[in-house]
């Protein structure tokens, strides 16, 4: 007898598990017996259109409750241009609940991407291509030191009033920055934060509003080299006109236009 029930009780929990998977495979609980009828959306919005997420979960939700794919339904939301991620779930008996983070524009990364504050890489919308924000770049698997330098790098040049607006590692591991007054800084690949702190702290003594620094290269042991802008040309004097006596004869002259070359830079 014990033995007919264990024979019972395992046929009736295979029936459990498989009868909810020949219902969704027949339709027996498709959309139309279970359906989806309210779509619950969180987060902070700025940026992704309500319609155009309502549009890309539409697909999924019609599906009904049992038979909604909520992974494809949550990649197709992370292709979103400004989704940083999505979550996607379902509540019973009809509901189905969508959490969407947004992208927070961090720095600019290369010449068509963006670098959120999460440290992820992005397309640049194309209503943000004029958005005013620091210019890094380097390879994409280097992110979290090319941002963490940049942070570095900000610190050490606040006390001269400057601000960093470019930092780039190249394919080699060489970085080069740029400064808020146009100074472009080629430090190198070997001991970065060393040679920029160095450059930093002396830097107020060699600004010279006559003669601007243009370059300053890092790559020396124990200094640097700074190439600075061509002064600009000396106004000659006006001419004085010369007194012409009353009794003088006069006599006319034809006009002379000469071209002025523009002073090399």
Known sequence: MNAVLRILAWLLAVALVALPV??????????????????????????????????????????????????????????????????????????????????????????????????????????????????????????????????ESRALFAPTGLDVQRLEMDARGSWSLGLSNGIAVIVGRDDARARLQRFARVLPQLLDPQQPIARADLRYTNGFTLERQPAPPATPPAPVPRRVASNARRTSLPHSFFSIPAAST
């Not at 049992?66 to 991620?85: G, H, M, N, T, Y």
């Not at 927070?104 to 194309?126: K, V, Y």
């Not at 992110?143 to 963490?148: I, M, S």
């Open 22 to 151: 020949v219902a969704v495979l027949n339709g027996w609980v498709g959309a139309e017996r279970w359906p989806l009828a309210k779509l619950r959306v969180t987060g902070d919005f700025k940026r992704v259109p309500a319609e155009q997420l309502r549009a890309v979960v539409l697909p999924y939700a019609r599906s009904g409750f049992f038979a909604v794919k909520l992974k494809d339904a949550q990649d197709a939301i992370e292709r979103l241009p400004w989704v940083e991620s999505a979550q996607v779930r379902k509540q019973w008996p009809d509901v189905l609940e969508v959490r969407v983070v947004e992208h927070q524009p961090f720095a600019r990364w290369g010449t068509d991407r963006m670098l959120s504050e999460q440290g992820r890489l992005f397309a640049i919308p194309p209503r943000l291509r004029n958005l005013q924000l620091p210019q890094l770049g380097g390879p994409d698997s280097k992110t979290r030191e090319v941002v963490a330098l940049y942070n």
